[in-house]
């Protein structure tokens, strides 16, 4: 075992008894959501995947070690506290070396979890390509995590503040296989559609996992997006989420606002302008991902089909 990982009892067990674990990432729950909702999504969403029959596994950086599983006070923690750093691949040895407070972004849980031996990886959105990145050069590591390390991201696509097509492009480039479920389109986050098509569409668990077991099998490193739209009762109105973008994008660029502060930036603005509804959208879209990824880490432990 990697001298940094400090696995929870949870996981530990889970572990030894060669259970289908789940990770989960803290970046969505220090900067993402505000407290106390976001403790207890974090709380409800580590329980969905238990009853799907696998084993939950939110990942953190505190005091020096990458927590593998996380205890009821270090969730509180991790939710309340207002020092918790944002980390990325650049932030991990910074924030260890210095015994900091870390919340882990989805390239950074996308490291700790290839440390820890976890291949399925539960989230809402990824990061991608910003608009404007060819002046900003703003596109964020999650990408370049996703072309390098083999671990399976369920999302509920991206959010329309980012270039959509460019981010396509962007994972096209790199290898990197979107599989969308249950629909052809590649979803937007706060809704179903994104007006661009994933590359696959692979609906059942099963089949999901003999299509990424065989790109592991081929030796082809990194990851694969699992784009899983949200329900269609939670969704947004489409014109509402573009009016609130298109202002929240304008705001940033106003204030000046740059790097990693930017995706923070823009989440809370939307929650705002949204008069919090985006974050019923967000809770649930999360917790119907935490079911397909479930399912998906079960299924990849089983039988090859
Ligand atoms: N997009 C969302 N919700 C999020 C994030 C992105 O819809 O919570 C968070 C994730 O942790 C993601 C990170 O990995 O923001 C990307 O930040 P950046 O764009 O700075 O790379
Ligand atoms: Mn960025």
Redesign the pocket.
């Known amino acids: 075992m990697h001298p940094y990982l400090l696995l929870s009892p949870e996981v530990a067990a889970a572990r030894a008894a060669g259970k289908p674990i789940v990770a989960l ?4 729950i220090s ?3 505000p407290y106390p909702q976001n403790v207890q999504t974090a709380r409800e969403v580590e329980q969905v995947i238990r009853d799907a029959g696998a084993v939950p596994a939110t990942i953190a950086l505190i005091k020096g070690r990458i927590c593998i599983g996380l205890s009821e006070e270090q969730l509180e923690l991790l939710g309340s506290s207002s020092d918790a750093i ?1 980390v ?1 691949r650049r932030d991990l040895p910074y924030v260890l070396a210095q015994k900091k407070l870390g ?7 996308m490291i700790c979890a290839e440390l820890a031996g976890i291949q399925v990886f539960v ?6 390509v ?1 608009r404007g990145a060819e002046k900003s050069f ?5 990408l370049q995590e996703l072309a390098h390390t083999n671990v399976a991201v369920v ?2 696509g ?2 329309s ?2 270039d959509i097509g460019l981010t396509l492009e962007y994972l096209e480039t790199h290898g990197v296989p979107v599989v969308s479920v249950g629909q052809p389109g590649f979803p937007a ?1 706060f809704t179903r559609e994104s007006g661009f098509n994933a590359d696959f569409q692979i609906d059942s668990a099963p089949e999901q996992a003999s299509f990424i077991r065989t790109k592991w099998e081929l030796g082809l490193k990194g990851g694969v997006v699992v784009a899983n739209p949200v329900p269609e009762e939670a969704a947004m109105p489409k014109m509402e989420i573009d009016r609130i973008t298109e202002q929240a994008l304008l705001e940033a660029d106003q204030q000046g606002v740059t ?6 930036f823009l ?1 809370d603005r939307i929650k705002q302008l949204t008069g919090g509804r985006s974050l019923a959208t ?1 809770i649930a879209l999360v917790k119907h991902n935490a079911l397909v990824g479930a399912r998906l880490a079960v299924a990849l432990h089983g039988a090859p089909v």
Do not use: Q, R
């Not at 919340?103 to 849980?109: E, I, K, P, S």
């Not at 703003?138 to 999650?142: E, F, H, L, R």
């Open positions: 990432e803290s970046t969505i900067h993402g959501m944002k990325s919340a882990t972004t989805v390239a950074a849980t989230t809402g959105g990824i990061g991608g910003h703003d596109i964020s590591a999650d999302c509920a991206v959010k503040i980012l986050f790097g990693k502060a930017i995706t923070p989440l967000n």
